[in-house]
């Protein structure tokens, strides 16, 4: 079974500063990556994916991640944040023997004060 | 775009009694799911669907049914609904391995 574990429950920046949620996975097979934005009162939107290629994956809004096969990771990360980047934001594994199930971690709470 | 939508968005049921939440995708997918939001817990998956006429159980299926009829309707049941299942729950649909488009969730509290 993939788990996914993303180590901070709440992060809290300014806006301007620059970000990164961790995401760390377990699973020895090949697995597809992705992260998910939630905004209150609001279902989860998909962000970006990574499966193979360049670890670098560039999503909308600014946000891109990078995809570590040694540290089992792929934190997601943004240069400047804006205020309407608070949300929650969840990391997401999946795996071609999953019969298409996401396995979503706890999410991190991102607060951008202005 | 890919459109999923819940109904009710908001259901205050009694204990006992049945509840049904009903779910609707336009974007052909095959696979449906139920999940449901609890502060610590994040998504927990309830039950599943391939396509018409299949559901299956996801990690916490006790107490709940699910019902898929057509490609586009996937209902969560509760035949007796308890105050535990108060819960915000999501459904969402997909049609892979990366993405699942997800409606904008049904506040369900039991008294």
């Known amino acids: 079974t993939q788990t996914v574990s993303q180590s901070d429950a709440h992060v809290t920046v300014f806006e301007g500063d620059s970000v990164e949620l961790r995401c760390n996975y377990s699973?020895?097979?090949?697995?597809?990556l992705s992260w998910y934005i939630q905004h209150h009162g609001h279902g989860l939107q998909f962000l970006l994916k990574?499966?193979?290629?360049?670890?670098v994956v560039q999503g909308v809004n600014g946000f891109e991640a990078e995809f570590s096969k040694s540290d089992s990771s792929f934190h997601l990360r943004k240069a400047s944040v804006h205020w309407s980047d608070s949300a929650v934001y969840f990391c997401?594994?999946?795996?071609?023997?999953?019969?298409?199930?996401?396995?979503f971690g706890d999410g991190t709470q991102l607060v951008v004060k202005p | 775009e890919a459109a999923v939508t819940q109904s009710p968005r908001n259901k205050v049921a009694v204990t006992g009694g049945k509840v049904t939440l009903s779910c609707n995708q336009t974007?052909?997918?095959?696979?449906m799911y139920w999940y449901r939001q609890d502060t610590g817990h994040g998504l927990r998956l309830i039950h599943y669907?391939?396509?018409?006429?299949?559901?299956e159980k996801g990690d916490i299926p006790d107490g709940y049914k699910a019902s898929r009829p057509s490609q586009e309707n996937f209902s969560l049941i509760l035949e007796l609904a308890t105050p535990s299942q108060t819960s915000v729950y999501f459904c969402?649909?997909?049609?892979?391995?990366?993405?699942?488009?997800f409606g904008p969730g049904t506040r369900l509290t039991v008294l």
């Open positions: 969402a649909s997909g049609g892979g391995q990366y993405e699942q488009y």
């Open positions: 699973y020895g097979g090949s697995i597809y």
């Open positions: 990574y499966y193979s290629g360049n670890p």
């Open positions: 997401a594994v999946s795996a071609r023997n999953s019969n298409n199930r996401i396995f």
């Open positions: 974007n052909n997918h095959n696979n």
């Open positions: 669907s391939y396509g018409a006429g299949s559901t």
